[in-house]
């Protein structure tokens, strides 16, 4: 006996005809598409479809500031005593080197991980993250390991752009970090910080969010904003600054992801989550940053 | 009559008579209810639904004591001399560490791995581990590398549960080792053991079981149980002892899975199949598992 | 309205229209299927489906030669620095070692990893690269990081079998690597060598292929062939050279994948290209290859 998959787009009013109907009518290519063709208003897991027809699952958020939002990406850190470890998926799996000035290069390639279902447990990448045009993004810090149906109540931060301004970055990040590389070497702080787009919170504030990190980040860098490829005084380049936009050079300590080299106290900053230990484990003393967020996933959203 | 899978997106409103049944109708859940509902009765790969609408494929055993088991996960040792390395995803792929006490944490996430076709090559985690509800357990020990329809054939060692013990730890291995973490310095042995189940052998008896293990581990086991959660003498955990039940605490030897840590000899007892090759590389002398065992996959099974 | 994916398994003799057709009208196995039954003739991605009910989406080559070439395979080099570390799944992940000597195993296993989208950033192989029973084999080399919809024209090698040697090997790489296993110490050079097999130039020709190595390598090598299984020197097996017939045994210059065992300059040689890095990365010069092939995937068709 065998057993057989079938993929089939079905017209709504019932003929199971395939070539009369135009496939994209049956299959939203993002959250937001989604919402307003469809009226779905639920936050939850749903189904979306690539422009070349790659079917995959994530979440929605339907509620949030007129709803509409993908998740396209978390941040997972599996082990911050790992540097440049197996799970370090978003800096570098191959140890802190030169040799590999982008480390794995997830930031602006097509390669995709995890489930969205595993979302807090491990680093996750579909292909909306390419594949969906955009204009804001939003964040949320999760708790690991918590379920699809907790992420909301549990995360202790949540922030979203308005400006539109993926408008100027062909539509997403994949776009926007082939415009600034997530690489080692790529240029100097702080002239070449990517840019820093402001946000409005949607759970937590300015002063919450700042809190999160050490007294020393706190002291470098202004809370209300996010902030792209952000590069340190060694010249390794990070990808997302959490929440704040760096006034000086040690970026390692409130931004996330990263090329495959950081210079300084080898190889101790790189990592998904780089230098966030760097004054010990969750002390939030010094420059290290909290337990809480250094125990959370970070979720990335388009809208 | 052979079985279709057909994946529909269907307007709730539309006019299709599909769309007016139970969605859960269509979308077993585990092959148990493939075999209640739908009289399958044949073993072999079949499509499963989780509650949140992830589809995958497994295994069913349709016929071993009235039928209805689902593959839900395989541990296979890809390299005894990798001690918790990459591939080691039962325990950790971030070396021996105490920093990283419960490793990659698989026991207990919803993160999963491989296919149900690859599982004798490689570590598989379905869905189903975390999403089916059932009673009993199975375990298959089938050597490495053998395609799907040989399975059954080749398979030298199976055995399940009868008691319904899942019953009382919330219907799966998920929830069971959330209650029994395995992480080290968890607890003591031998206070603080997991349960202990007697099991019920298809292929084999108590006493093959017992002979895959050496001498040593033999004299501090006994057969005809599987057990959750060992912990040793130097506190590490593991996850399940195969077919034993151990009687002290050297139960790296015939236990597979654990936290991110063993601290005797380290790192030699890290990895899925512990330490296996503490008096060599499948001598079956000693403390050393057969080769039988080291190069055979263990696949798991709910119903 | 919401729109839902709903899974149906459907009764061959069940009442819906769908289920009066052949199965094979809506699962095409392999592209070739796929043009001659649907006439399909458009380069690009759709889906297969394996004889074991696995769907996968891949590319298809619909107008190479006649068409129907199924993409099965990628062999991506993500870090030539890395020396059987994480990424090196056509040699191994584990490090160089005798203990290991066929590494990951991925020549003649079932496990299947990566994306099509993918391809050209990644390691891939899809469920095709076993289940396909095909005549031919085609390579293209794509610089990394290309977008699918760029492959053909950035391609700047490409050439194909037309003797259908694979009627001799059960029909696909799967099943010829069994009879010639990529294992360390499984024979010696030049004796047990496996297949030589000759090729017709699609973009480039037998010069420009033979150019892509370096002066030491071209002068122990004649262009125009694909070659299966090299052994080289020191005993270590390769699994393809690389439109090459070796005319002498140091195969780690141009032939690609391994297993988990290469002994001369240990760990120098052991990873997806071997030895391409021999006197520098990318010189062109004495045994090294050229950045070209170096930065370049190679992808693996069946007809």
């Known amino acids: 006996m ?33 919402m307003l063709r469809y009226k779905t208003n ?56 030169p040799n590999v000035p982008e480390g794995d290069g997830s930031w602006s390639n097509t ?18 993250y390419y594949d969906i045009t955009a204009k804001d993004v ?28 993926l408008n100027s970055y062909k539509g997403n990040l994949y776009n926007l970090f082939k415009q600034f590389p997530v690489k080692y070497n790529i240029g100097s702080c ?9 946000v409005v919170y949607d759970v937590g504030d300015a002063t919450s969010n700042h809190n999160l990190f050490g007294p020393n980040p706190r002291a470098r860098s202004k809370p209300g904003f996010i902030t792209f490829r952000p590069i340190n005084t060694e010249r390794a380049a990070m990808a997302i600054c959490l929440g704040v936009k760096p006034t000086d050079c040690d970026t390692e300590h409130s931004c996330i992801g ?13 990592g998904d989550f780089p230098a966030f230990d760097w004054n010990g484990y969750g002390t939030n003393t010094g420059w290290s940053a909290s337990k809480q967020v250094t125990e959370a996933a970070v979720l990335i959203f388009y809208r």
């Open 42 to 97: 639920e936050d939850g897991l749903y189904y979306l479809t690539t422009a070349s027809g790659v079917v995959y699952q994530t979440y929605c958020d339907m509620t949030t500031a007129g709803g509409g939002w993908t998740l396209v990406a978390s941040v997972h850190e599996n082990n911050m005593y790992g540097k440049c470890t197996t799970g370090d998926r978003w800096s570098s799996q191959q140890g802190n080197s």
């Open 258 to 270: 990263g090329g495959g080299y950081f210079p300084e106290g080898s190889p101790r900053q790189c």
């Open 190 to 198: 702080p002239d070449n910080h990517g840019p820093s787009i402001p």
């Open 2 to 34: 065998a057993t057989w998959m079938i993929v089939l787009f079905v017209s709504m009013s019932g003929s199971l005809s395939l070539s009369e109907r135009e496939p994209e009518y049956f299959s939203p290519r993002s959250c937001k598409e989604l």
């Open 138 to 165: 939003a964040v949320w810090h999760v708790p690991n390991n918590e379920q699809v149906n907790r992420w909301k109540l549990t995360s202790f931060l949540r922030y979203h752009t308005d400006t539109q301004f």
């Open 111 to 128: 390669v995709t991980f995890g489930t969205a279902e595993a979302a807090t447990s491990d680093d996750f990448k579909n292909p909306g």
